[in-house]
């Protein structure tokens, strides 16, 4: 069993960055791939970002390639998830997810169904 808690959302304006974290324990963080997913009220919720296991392989949603950078610190067994030029379209709830290591993760990273422990997700709210 995996435990993730986020933190680090808040309300901010657009233009602004926001430094998402999501602590692991329970396991060793290592031996799992980590996402960030998002879900605005009344939408499905989306991929946004993925990380491999050791850092080496990263993936982006188009929607925020460029802005958004994800990172991982094994030795903290934390994700992060660096936001920049926030628009008011990234407003939702930001969760985080970790899945146990697989061959197919370059092949299925974007598919929520494939994450195995989740965050309780933090509010990020982008004023206009």
């Known amino acids: 069993q995996v435990q993730l808690v986020e933190s680090g959302g808040g309300l901010v304006q657009a233009g602004g960055s926001l430094r998402l974290s999501c602590a692991a324990s329970?396991?060793?963080?290592?031996?799992?791939?980590m996402a960030w997913f998002r879900q605005a009220p009344g939408k499905e919720r989306d991929f946004v970002a993925a990380?491999?296991?050791?850092?080496?392989?990263?993936y982006y949603a188009d929607s925020v390639k460029g802005r958004f950078t994800i990172s991982r610190d094994n030795a903290k067994n934390t994700a992060y998830l660096q936001m920049n030029s926030l628009k008011p379209e990234d407003t939702a709830v930001y969760y985080c997810?970790?899945?146990?290591?697989?061959?197919?993760?370059?092949?299925?990273?974007?598919?929520?169904?494939?994450?195995?422990?989740w965050g309780q997700g933090t509010q990020v709210t982008v004023s206009s």
């Open positions: 997810a970790a899945r146990k290591l697989s061959s197919s993760f370059s092949g299925n990273y974007y598919n929520s169904l494939k994450y195995d422990y």
């Open positions: 990380i491999s296991w050791g850092g080496g392989r990263t």
């Open positions: 329970g396991r060793t963080f290592s031996n799992y791939d």
